[in-house]
């Protein structure tokens, strides 16, 4: 099946930090997904986007599909943003996710 | 309803016991989908039902896990004899036909086997 690997595993910033996490798949995709899992387990859909680039306030993404790589960037971080983030695709031959292990965020005050 | 819909949000049962768990997706949403988070890792696909039939069940893990979706919209997920080794986040999400489309997510239900 799919491999999708994020990077990094950990990441810790300070308030008003710029990140970028990445998001890497072996095969190519019908769909990418970002999603911010929240304290409470809740999966938040950030982003659909399986090529291209879209912005939503300080989040953006870009999803390079002939490079089987996307971008998540978070400016001006908040300690809201904390949480895991995770890149899931939908492989060409089926409807399923397959997600990546995550990157967990901690932003400080 | 606004969002998919998932009860109960925790369960506790005792090993062999057997457990249902309800998904209410979003009205209209024609595709459900079960997956399955252990801790400290990433969603796990379960089943796929497009309307009323499973169309992809290969990652259930073996035969005591068992899905129904009969009028194409609530879904029950029925694990049979439960093991220690089920307790997991079991999270469902639709999207509105399937392939290339969107996937909403639940709450969840956090389900622990003594």
């Known amino acids: 099946g799919i491999q999708v690997e994020q990077s990094p595993p950990d990441l810790i910033l300070q308030e008003g930090a710029n990140s970028t996490l990445r998001c890497n798949f072996s095969?190519?995709?019908?769909?990418l997904q970002w999603f911010h899992q929240n304290p409470w387990g809740q999966l938040i859909n950030l982003f659909y986007?399986?090529?291209g680039t879209k912005q939503n306030g300080r989040l953006s993404a870009t999803t390079v599909a002939t490079e089987r790589y996307s971008l998540l960037y978070i400016s001006s971080s908040q300690t809201t943003d904390s949480g895991v983030y995770f890149c899931?695709?939908?492989?060409?031959?089926?409807?399923?996710?397959?997600f990546g292990e995550g990157t967990q965020l901690t932003v400080n005050p | 309803g606004a969002g998919v819909s998932q009860t109960p949000s925790n369960k506790v049962t005792e090993k062999g016991k057997y457990v249902e768990l309800r998904c209410d997706p979003i009205?209209?949403?024609?595709?459900l989908y079960w997956y399955r988070q252990s801790l400290g890792q990433g969603p796990e696909f379960l089943i796929y039902?497009?309307?009323?039939?499973?169309?992809?069940d290969s990652g259930l893990p073996n035969d005591r896990f068992f899905a129904v979706r009969p009028e194409g919209s609530v879904s029950t997920l029925k694990i049979q004899r439960t093991e220690r080794g089920d307790s997991a986040v079991y999270l469902c999400?639709?999207?509105?036909?399937?392939?290339?489309?969107?996937?909403?997510f639940g709450p969840g239900t956090r389900l622990t086997v003594l």
């Open positions: 899931a695709v939908e492989q060409s031959s089926g409807s399923r996710l397959t």
């Open positions: 009205s209209g949403h024609t595709a």
């Open positions: 095969d190519s995709v019908n769909n």
């Open positions: 999400a639709s999207s509105f036909s399937g392939s290339y489309n969107e996937q909403f």
């Open positions: 986007i399986p090529s």
């Open positions: 039902f497009q309307g009323t039939g499973a169309a992809d």
